[in-house]
């Protein structure tokens, strides 16, 4: 009886030792789902890397304090879709960030085209079209000119000699002197369509993150 005692009192020591042990190696906190590429931590040094959510989506971006530019990502009922936030003397100002288009699940991307021509007027909005093109996020669609106008458009953008101005002729979501923009269907959801302002430079935000949720 007495060895069987020394025995026991070993295990018991032994165990506390090893769940001791296990709480000084704890494995380091979880890492957030997505990860910011190299060049966006370096840009967005100072801000807070996070995922936000609304209308049934989820996005990962950067949020910036007032050192670090001031501003965010948030979702916004009234694009519907997400928008950037930024707060100056004169208040908070939103533009939109992604743009979310609803279609039937087995209709092509030129489904959404009537609700983009009212999102986004232009002075040739009504015969501006979705046109694709292949992209390593997969198929993106522009929203783009035709014709006549967009020979005119073209020869402006591309500083043609002798080219005439041209106003950006299919709106906000159209082409622009600069940045890029386009539609994509989630790939994890076929009825949603998502317009992306790509920007010119690094934006806070992952494109390839969007994702349906719930």
Known sequence: MRGFGITAASVALIGLT??????DKA?????????????MQQTFGGCTWGEVTGGGLSMWSYACPASAGDFRVVYDDGLPGFAFESSAEDGTSRSPAVVI???AADAPIDAILAAVRAKSPGPHSATCVLSTIPSPEGDIAGFEPTGAVKTQWDAFASGAEGAEPVDAPCG?????MSGDRGF????????TV??????SEIQPFD???????G
Not at 27 to 39: G, L, M, T
Not at 184 to 191: E, H, M, S
């Open 18 to 23: 090893a769940c001791t042990a296990a709480e």
């Open 27 to 39: 494995a380091p906190a979880a890492q957030p789902a997505v990860q910011p590429s190299e060049a």
């Open 101 to 103: 288009f609803k279609k």
């Open 172 to 176: 906000d979501m159209g082409p622009q």
């Open 184 to 191: 994509r269907v989630l790939a994890d959801d076929p009825t």
């Open 194 to 199: 998502v317009f992306i302002e790509y920007g």
């Open 207 to 213: 494109p390839a993150s969007i994702r349906k949720i």
